[in-house]
């Protein structure tokens, strides 16, 4: 019994000795792996969306200018030029027209106020005295908005060089009182007010 408890022992302390000897190496390990890093960054900003109108009283923006004593048949032009100032192209612009004083001048879809836009390819030639301003186009005119009743919500314009970034319009804005107004209208009177609106352009890969 002598010898078989010797040789327990023997083998107890062999087999502590391994897992020591296995613990160390592990441990080892631990400070053989191969490592890279490497980085890099970018920066983002964001474009701008500016369309304006130029200053208003001034040849640029007549759409201040009142009107007054009209009667059927009387038509009213106010040019006023519309600029991209912001940094990116537009995928379009609209116009909205609401009236604060309202009247049968402009509840009245049909007898009421019509409205139509055109552009010249360099500014308008102004003539008249004040506020019965007339305009010609020594250039190239085109249609930017067709006759249609003079309050409308995201009306969209054609045919605009300010799409563009950088690019201005000019318009020459017309209001013509039909001569089917009747009666009716006598005595009234409306404050309409032009609101453009530019939409950025579509997005795209950058």
């Given at each position: 019994m002598g010898l078989s408890l010797k040789s327990t022992s023997g083998k107890l302390l062999a087999s502590a000795a391994l897992v020591g000897a296995a613990?160390?190496?592990?441990?080892?390990?631990?400070?053989?792996?191969?490592?890279?890093?490497?980085?890099?960054?970018t920066t983002v900003s964001s474009g701008t969306v500016v369309v304006g109108l130029g200053t208003a009283g001034?040849?640029?923006?007549?759409?201040?200018?009142?009107?007054?004593?009209?009667?059927?048949?009387?038509?009213?032009?106010?040019?006023?030029t519309l600029s991209n100032t912001g940094t990116q192209n537009l995928a379009g612009v609209t116009l909205t027209t609401a009236a604060t004083t309202s009247s049968k001048l402009d509840?009245?879809?049909?007898?009421?106020l019509q409205l139509v836009v055109d552009s010249c390819s360099v500014p308008w030639t102004e003539a008249g005295t004040?506020?019965?301003?007339?305009?010609?186009?020594?250039?190239?005119?085109?249609?930017?908005?067709?006759?249609?009743?003079?309050?409308?919500?995201?009306?969209?314009?054609?045919?605009?060089?300010?799409v563009?970034?950088?690019?201005?319009?000019?318009?020459?804005?017309?209001?013509?009182?039909?001569t089917s107004a009747d009666n009716t209208f006598q005595g009234t009177s409306s404050t309409v007010g032009f609101s453009f609106t530019g939409t950025q352009r579509s997005g795209t890969n950058q």
């Open positions: 613990a160390s190496v592990a441990g080892l390990g631990t400070y053989g792996a191969f490592t890279s890093t490497t980085s890099a960054s001034s040849a640029t923006n007549r759409l201040t200018v009142a009107a007054s004593g009209i009667v059927p048949g009387d038509t009213i032009q106010r040019a006023v509840t009245d879809a049909t007898n009421g004040a506020p019965a301003y007339t305009y010609t186009c020594s250039g190239t005119t085109a249609s930017v908005l067709a006759t249609h009743a003079v309050i409308g919500t995201n009306v969209s314009l054609a045919n605009l060089t300010s563009t970034a950088g690019h201005a319009d000019n318009l020459r804005v017309t209001l013509t009182l039909p």
